[in-house]
């Protein structure tokens, strides 16, 4: 199963312009998690920082719960689908990059707890059909 979560030369780019990530060195702290800025500071770390692979295995563990949990509430009796993803579906290593560029387009939801801004950037991404999908 691809979970619905770019990888490509503009990589560095997004990551560069991306809220937060410019010199921001990752500390044990930086794992809280206390808003989206957080997480994009996390999902956006600069691979010689020393907790790089940590930094990485976080986020996407971050994300895939966060699209588990949404997959097992509309799969539920009253559930309702938010997100639609396409066919074939994108990789987490897509998502992440495209989520850490909207994130830097979108700096008024930085505040907001990871998890909104989430989901605000996949529904945006990919919604579903007017009145949720079952």
Not at 24 to 43: G, H, K, M, P, W
Not at 87 to 102: G, H
């Amino acid at each position: 199963m691809r979970y619905w979560l770019p990888v490509g030369p503009s990589l560095a780019l997004i990551l560069a312009l991306s809220p937060g990530s410019a010199d921001a060195a990752l500390t044990e702290d930086s794992f809280f998690v206390r808003n989206a800025q957080d997480l994009v500071t996390i999902c956006s770390s600069d691979q010689a920082d020393p907790l790089n692979d940590a930094a990485d295995h976080f986020c996407h563990g971050f994300l895939v719960g966060a699209w588990q949990y949404h997959e097992a509430q509309a799969n539920g009796p009253d559930g309702v689908r938010l997100v639609c993803p396409p066919d074939p579906a994108p990789t987490r290593n897509e998502i992440v990059t495209e989520f850490v560029a909207w994130s830097a387009a979108h700096p008024a939801h930085m505040s907001e707890p990871a998890v909104d801004a989430l989901f605000r950037y996949l529904v945006e991404r990919a919604p579903c059909p007017k009145g949720g999908a079952k």
